[in-house]
């Protein structure tokens, strides 16, 4: 089990970019999946991004791929997600989420939700138009 706490969130014009933070405590990384989703007022959660510590595997959804990066640092049990060229639709409470390689995959880290995984208690982004 791990426990995740995010960070780098705030308020940002159209347009600018922010690197969101999710550091991880107990278990090593490496032999899980982590995954940043969004979840805007009104609105269903997302899966943003997803990667696997042990060899650097990504996916990311079709709609932001391109504006966001995922990576991570083993060796500070960190996730980064870069967001880029913000815009104020991208408005919302960022979280990560953790589950073990053992049951999962990076593309079903972020395509099926699963009860039991653990999770942060994520970041406001809130961009401006």
């Known amino acids: 089990q791990v426990q995740l706490v995010e960070s780098g969130g705030g308020l940002v014009q159209t347009g600018g970019s922010l690197t969101l933070s999710c550091a991880a405590s107990?278990?090593?990384?490496?032999?899980?999946?982590v995954g940043w989703f969004r979840q805007a007022p009104g609105k269903e959660r997302e899966a943003v991004s997803c990667i696997t510590s042990r060899d650097g595997a990504t996916y990311y959804s079709d709609s932001l791929k391109g504006r966001f990066t995922i990576s991570r640092d083993e060796a500070k049990k960190t996730v980064y997600l870069q967001l880029n060229s913000l815009r104020p639709e991208d408005t919302a409470l960022y979280s990560c989420?953790?589950?073990?390689?053992?049951?999962?995959?990076?593309?079903?880290?972020?395509?099926?939700?699963?009860?039991?995984?653990?999770w942060g208690q994520g970041t406001q982004v809130t961009v401006s138009s």
């Open positions: 107990g278990d090593t990384l490496d032999s899980y999946a």
């Open positions: 989420a953790a589950r073990p390689l053992i049951i999962t995959n990076v593309e079903r880290m972020c395509l099926v939700q699963r009860i039991g995984d653990d």
